[in-house]
């Protein structure tokens, strides 16, 4: 008996999918409608690369709200900083009360406080703006949740 050594090939045939050990779920800082898609499921994405595009129509109405929100605290500190001065005025000859008075004062630094926070949440949004799509955070290939 003799003994050889030779390479043995076993093939086996199987049908099915092949899927990746790993996933990563996308979200978005922002809150908006899709407007156009960049990549189909199944195609290979690198990190950073726009997944798609978001349409700017609803951030810019968040915005143009905003800044009306804004406009509106203006007009309402100006308006209690106009009755505070005469409020003063009437508390030097005691026809106002010094609760009266402690009352319109608060409710102006109130109203620089929410303008302060106004002035804030604007920026905030207009900032938000600027990326008008879904980035990818790594490399991979998307997939739905079908």
Excluded at 63 to 90: F, N, P, Q, V, W
Excluded at 111 to 127: G, M, P, Y
């Amino acid at each position: 008996m003799t003994v050889e050594k030779q390479l043995l090939h076993r093939e086996v045939r199987l049908s099915g999918s092949v899927m990746t050990a790993h996933f990563s779920h996308v979200s978005a800082e922002v809150a908006g409608l899709i407007d156009r898609l960049e990549i189909e499921e199944g195609d290979s994405v690198e990190s950073g690369e726009v997944l798609c595009s978001l349409d700017p129509t609803v951030r810019r109405h968040e915005l143009e709200g905003a800044r009306a929100e804004l406009a509106a605290t203006k007009a309402r500190l100006s308006e209690s900083k106009r009755l505070l001065r005469e409020a003063r005025s009437l508390s030097k000859d005691k026809i106002v009360p010094q609760t009266e008075l402690a009352a319109k004062r608060a409710k102006v630094e109130i109203l620089r406080a929410n303008l302060r926070r106004q002035k804030a949440e604007t920026n905030r949004i207009h900032e938000r703006r600027r990326p008008s799509g879904v980035s990818s955070m790594g490399a991979g290939r998307p997939r739905s949740n079908r």
